[in-house]
């Protein structure tokens, strides 16, 4: 392995160590370079923050004045992007705080529930945008003061600590994935709709600092010439509606992609011992190979074996799990359906014409998220799997019955040997629950001819379809929530974490009445998330019909007008946490046509 640490920069040797011994200090390593930038970077945006703040305390606002506060406000934008992938890696507790969602926040461990106000970057762009308006200067005033002091803090922190190659080329890389995800959908700057020019700036400061490692062999720069023909492609992109995310992501963020993990190994660069969702080695973004579902299993899991799988597969058929021995998972994820039942909530055990809570879920991808069930009440597939087993109205049985019946079932004793359970005798409820949560670890694809066209084949999409993920992207405002690649609510470019978000869904088509479900408040208590609920995928979504956690709309369609509306609240709904934007999208009707069929376009060409 090279050792990058003996890789001498000109621009960035120290001064002569002792004049009277005549020698010099030794050379700056690469990841000594990366450092140093950053926090000369880190001191230039506070400077400029505190530029921003000088033009916002200015007199009475004209349209000279607030074409400055713009012009500093995008500058100051433009230099945060520039560092983010080292900001948002090394502390992203100061990345949420510098540039999170503006919307308040209550932390989970927090008893009293205190709603904390949002800081940063978006909250100052809608004080800003469209124009400031002098009712709320000093606010915006303030809260540029805070964003400063934040930049500040993460900057004598930087000074503290050793940057590794390791950990910076795993921050570039994840980089891209949230440039895909989050930059160009408009999810960080959602008033002033500057997506597209600060992906370019994020793809800017990539360039820069990944040309500190460029060496004598030119390892690293493949690399810096597919980030400057991606910078080409959105300088050229026009405005954000207009903008072709089909064509950047298929002709320029896999390649980059690509070319990221060979400079990187051309280097000798090593992978932080850290796990990730999104494999480190992955060359392309849209294919299941890029992705580990194990990822999201509990720390210390096994990987499963065959045999462990094959087990899972028999379990989830059979309804020996069940309290009655008459309903098996398969009966409400049917393999046939996309593993769901078709119904507008699924009939509960034993109560005639009663249902269960609520509409029930794809099992497709469902291994690739953050958290189980619509209201995040378990972190684990295991935890979800033990809560549908035993619930009452769902399976009602009991795991360990289970697994000393199927100790001695004729029917199960080749697959228990090939799961090398030790044993019938050592067969338990967890086995069964390891068992069922590694089959379902196994439904993942990402094989759509939306999925086909990204990796090169040209033909397999219309116009309409291509259209339609610019709009889900773009204008529709689909994607900052249903995140590219997995389309689901779990937060790239890490995904560790799961968004709840509240939409004002009526308990029915047609009616102006919130559903009563309080959703995620129940687990939470966090009144923030009262009618809030997991985000799911859209993947496969032309086969999983009804739509909502209560089944209120049977179409793709009018889940669409829902949106278009702006949620319950756009519609007339009173819900005083809805954290959908309640004006209107103002979608034509050709528009509206165009998102159903990229959404039908993301249906996999084998559903398991």
């Not at 086995?431 to 090169?456: C, E, K, N, P």
Request: proline share 6%; charged share 25%.
């Amino acid at each position: 392995m090279r050792n990058l640490r003996n890789l001498a920069l000109p621009l960035f040797v120290l001064a002569v160590a002792a004049c009277e011994a005549g020698t010099a200090a030794p050379a700056r390593t690469a990841a000594d370079a990366v450092g140093d930038l950053y926090i000369a970077r880190l001191d230039s945006l506070e400077t400029q923050l505190s530029q921003l703040h000088g033009e916002i305390v200015k007199g009475e606002p004209t349209p000279a004045s607030t074409a400055a506060i713009h012009e500093a406000f995008g500058a100051s934008r433009s230099l945060y992007k520039r560092v983010e992938f080292l900001l948002e890696y090394y502390t992203p507790t100061s990345a949420e705080e510098i540039n999170g969602p503006a919307l308040p926040e209550v932390k989970e461990d927090d008893p009293n529930l205190i709603a904390l106000p949002p800081t940063g970057f978006q909250v100052v762009e809608e004080l800003l945008y469209p124009e400031l308006d002098p009712a709320v200067r000093t606010e915006a005033a303030d809260q540029t003061e805070i964003l400063r002091v934040t930049v500040q803090r993460v900057a004598q922190y930087a000074a503290e600590r050793e940057f590794s190659d390791e950990n910076i080329w795993e921050a570039m890389r994840l980089e891209i994935g949230r440039i895909v995800a989050l930059g160009i959908s408009g999810f960080d700057s959602p008033v002033a709709l500057r997506s597209v020019p600060e992906a370019r700036e994020a793809l800017v400061g990539l360039r820069t600092f990944a040309s500190l490692y460029d060496d004598e062999a030119g390892s690293v720069q493949p690399l810096l010439d597919r980030i400057a023909a991606a910078e080409a492609f959105l300088t050229s992109g026009g405005d954000f509606d207009a903008f072709d995310r089909v064509s950047f992501i298929r002709t320029h963020v896999d390649p980059l992609t690509s070319a990221m993990v060979e400079a990187r190994d051309a280097l000798g660069v090593g992978i932080p011992e850290e796990g990730r969702a999104w494999n480190p080695n992955a060359r392309q973004l849209f294919t299941s190979a890029a992705f580990d579902p194990h990822f999201f299993a509990a720390p210390g899991t096994p990987r499963p074996s065959a045999g462990e799988i094959e087990l899972g597969r028999r379990l989830f058929l059979d309804p020996l799990l069940s309290g009655e021995g008459d309903r098996a998972c398969s009966t409400c994820h049917v393999p046939s359906k996309a593993f769901t039942d078709g119904q507008v909530r699924s009939v509960a055990l034993g109560s005639g014409e009663g249902a269960v809570l609520r509409n029930s879920p794809t099992m497709l991808n469902a291994a690739l998220q953050a958290g189980s069930f619509a209201d995040l009440k378990t972190a684990y597939l295991e935890d979800q799997i033990s809560a549908v087993v035993t619930n009452r109205d769902e399976m009602h049985g009991n795991l360990d019955e289970a697994a000393v019946a199927l100790r001695t079932h004729p029917s199960y004793a080749a697959v228990l040997v090939d799961a090398h359970r030790g044993g019938e005798s050592a067969l338990s409820g967890d086995d069964l629950q390891r068992a069922l949560a590694a089959y379902v670890r196994t439904l993942v694809g990402m094989d759509s001819r939306f999925d086909r066209h990204i990796r090169g084949d040209e033909e397999v999409l219309t116009e309409s379809e291509k259209n339609g993920f610019n709009l889900f992207m773009g204008k529709a405002k689909c994607g900052t929530c249903h995140f590219a690649p997995l389309f689901n609510g779990t937060v790239p470019p890490t995904y560790t974490e799961a968004e709840v978000e509240v939409l004002g869904v009526p308990d029915r088509k047609g009616s102006l009445t919130i559903d009563p479900d309080v959703g995620r408040s129940a687990v939470s208590r966090n009144p923030l998330h009262r009618h809030g609920f997991k985000t799911p995928t859209v993947r496969n979504v032309e086969l999983t019909a009804p739509y909502m956690h209560n089944g209120a709309y049977a179409t793709l369609e009018e889940v669409v007008d829902f949106y278009d509306a702006g949620g319950g609240v756009g519609l007339g709904m009173k819900l005083d946490n809805q954290t959908l934007p309640p004006d209107s999208l103002r979608l034509t009707t050709d528009e509206k046509r165009d998102l159903v069929a990229f959404m039908k376009s993301l249906t996999d060409a084998e559903v398991r």
